[in-house]
């Protein structure tokens, strides 16, 4: 369907599920959300022209789709699931690897079948492509036997039809191997994401853990020991990768910065579970906790 009434715009859904792809595999999740949901309103449009629904709101013509019986409620379910994260990840700056996936995980799902919703057309014009052979297979056996008899024009006729249908079949085999080994791709790759993203988990939780239990003790009381816990040396982290300095606590805030991988930073306090505060060039900055570590004292 869409591949034959707009190409443009189908190659602009391709290439925009490699690019969905891409961003996952440099872990701009943020912006792979972004462009997920783009590629989304892609097809969602293609739909309606198909449908002759008027251009709406996203969810508004999804819900007209769903209801108009253009498509299943497991697609709109998916199409309405792609929106919510990408328009989560516009507002909020979500940039979270398990809404990333998931949003790349069910766009795969929905452009394959976007892809093969012309099937019907096609296995239609094929039956009467078989027809028309049919009927020149026919008239060549009635000459068959009326020269050689007919039980010998008719061992003859079997085997060529039997060879013209092996030969369609194995043609629609091919056509289905080429789009189920990108399917199969994509599977592997989310499934080496999924094992690897959570390893950085451990170490946002070992970053955070000394912040949170230093905060009570220098606003519990104003007795001496308090002075004394002020004054001891500051929390200190070290940057494992090059790292962005950001005017704001989102990926979409001014990058006035950045530090090189290995850096020591000092942590002034915890805007979120994603955002810490640090002092840079006399102001208040943010960096993502993804890519600091607690550095140990020295002894």
Same mark, same amino acid.
């Given at each position: ?14 290439r925009?599920?490699?690019?969905? $792809? ?5 872990? =701009?999740?943020n %912006? ?8 989304? $309103? *892609?097809?969602?449009?293609l739909?309606?022209? =198909?449908a002759?629904?008027?251009e ?13 019986k253009?498509?299943? =409620?497991?697609?709109?379910e998916?199409? #309405?699931?792609? %929106?919510?994260?990408g328009?989560q ?16 995980h069910?766009?795969?799902?929905? /452009?394959?079948a976007?892809?093969?919703s ?19 297979d026919?008239?060549?056996a009635a ?9 010998t ?13 092996r030969?369609?079949s ?6 289905? #191997?080429?789009?189920?080994?990108p399917?199969?791709l994509?599977?592997? #790759?989310?499934?080496l994401?999924?094992? %690897?993203?959570?390893k950085?988990t451990p170490?946002?939780?070992?970053? +955070?853990?000394? /912040?949170t239990? !230093? ?11 308090t +002075?004394? $816990? ?5 929390v200190?982290y070290?940057? +494992?990768d090059? %790292? ?7 990926t ?7 530090l090189?991988?290995?850096a ?10 994603t955002?810490?505060i640090?002092i *840079?060039?006399?102001? !208040? ?6 890519? #600091? ?7």
């Amino acid at each position: 369907m869409g591949r034959t009434e707009n190409p443009s715009i189908w190659e602009k859904i391709q290439r925009n599920v490699q690019e969905t $792809e891409r961003l996952i595999g440099q872990k =701009k999740y943020n %912006l792979a959300m972004i462009k997920a949901r783009q590629t989304m $309103e *892609y097809m969602v449009k293609l739909h309606c022209d =198909k449908a002759g629904i008027v251009e709406s709101t996203p969810d508004t013509m999804i819900r007209e789709l769903y209801g108009g019986k253009w498509i299943s =409620k497991s697609t709109a379910e998916h199409y #309405l699931q792609i %929106l919510s994260i990408g328009e989560q990840a516009a507002k909020d700056g979500d940039n979270g690897a398990f809404n990333a996936n998931q949003a790349y995980h069910l766009l795969s799902q929905e /452009v394959y079948a976007f892809s093969n919703s012309d099937k019907p057309e096609r296995t239609r014009r094929s039956a009467r492509e078989a027809s028309v052979s049919r009927g020149s297979d026919s008239s060549r056996a009635a000459s068959s036997r009326a020269a050689a008899g007919s039980r010998t024009s008719s061992s003859r006729a079997v085997p060529q039809s039997r060879s013209r249908r092996r030969q369609r079949s194995g043609f629609y085999g091919l056509d289905l #191997l080429k789009l189920l080994i990108p399917i199969v791709l994509i599977i592997v #790759l989310i499934f080496l994401i999924c094992i %690897l993203a959570p390893k950085d988990t451990p170490t946002e939780e070992t970053s +955070t853990a000394p /912040v949170t239990t !230093e905060a009570p003790t220098t606003m519990a009381s104003t007795e001496p020991e308090t +002075t004394e $816990e002020e004054t001891a040396a500051p929390v200190v982290y070290r940057t +494992t990768d090059v %790292l962005n300095v950001r005017s704001g606590p989102s990926t979409n805030d001014e990058r006035i910065g950045k530090l090189d991988a290995g850096a020591s930073i000092e942590v002034i306090g915890d805007y979120d579970e994603t955002w810490a505060i640090i002092i *840079y060039n006399g102001q !208040e900055a943010y960096v993502s906790k993804d890519y #600091l570590t607690l550095e140990e004292p020295a002894e």
